[in-house]
């Protein structure tokens, strides 16, 4: 009887260690959310720049003039508050030099937002907003 109820007890924690399931095997919770912001065009600078991370702990604000392409841009949001990110924008103005302009913003490896505009001096526009209710 000891010995069927070992081998189960056994088998119960070896199928959870194996399904990633274990107590002991779980990973350490995320501390941070990753915001990354891009812009290219087929010119060498954009005209203007402004990207805004609105977190809730450390709001971040970038304002270029002549800003080389392309652009990457990557910052952390501490997750040890409710609603740590209410939002982020880019909007990047393509120079005279340009034929098209495209801004993308990724937030925990995933697009989240982007856009692209056409012809000299147009401005690209990517947003995502924190919205509460049915998206």
């Given at each position: 009887m000891e010995k069927t109820k070992l081998l189960s007890l056994t088998t119960v924690f070896g199928a959870l260690a194996m399904t990633g399931c274990a107590p002991w095997s779980q990973s350490e919770p995320t501390t941070s959310m990753v915001v990354e912001v891009e812009v290219t065009s087929d010119a060498a600078m954009a005209g203007t720049l402004h990207v805004e991370v609105d977190a809730r702990e450390d709001p971040q604000r970038v304002r270029e003039q002549d800003t080389p392409l392309p652009y990457a841009a990557t910052f952390e949001v501490p997750l040890d508050v409710p609603f740590p990110?209410?939002?982020?924008?880019?909007?990047?103005?393509?120079?005279?030099?340009?034929?098209?302009?495209?801004?993308?913003?990724?937030?925990?490896?995933?697009?989240?937002?982007?856009?692209?505009?056409?012809?000299?001096?147009?401005i690209a526009v990517c947003e995502k907003k924190l919205r509460a209710g049915p998206q």
């Amino acid at each position: 009887m000891e010995k069927t109820k070992l081998l189960s007890l056994t088998t119960v924690f070896g199928a959870l260690a194996m399904t990633g399931c274990a107590p002991w095997s779980q990973s350490e919770p995320t501390t941070s959310m990753v915001v990354e912001v891009e812009v290219t065009s087929d010119a060498a600078m954009a005209g203007t720049l402004h990207v805004e991370v609105d977190a809730r702990e450390d709001p971040q604000r970038v304002r270029e003039q002549d800003t080389p392409l392309p652009y990457a841009a990557t910052f952390e949001v501490p997750l040890d508050v409710p609603f740590p990110l209410s939002g982020s924008t880019v909007e990047a103005t393509a120079s005279e030099q340009a034929s098209w302009i495209a801004c993308r913003i990724v937030q925990d490896g995933a697009v989240v937002a982007e856009d692209r505009a056409e012809g000299a001096g147009a401005i690209a526009v990517c947003e995502k907003k924190l919205r509460a209710g049915p998206q």
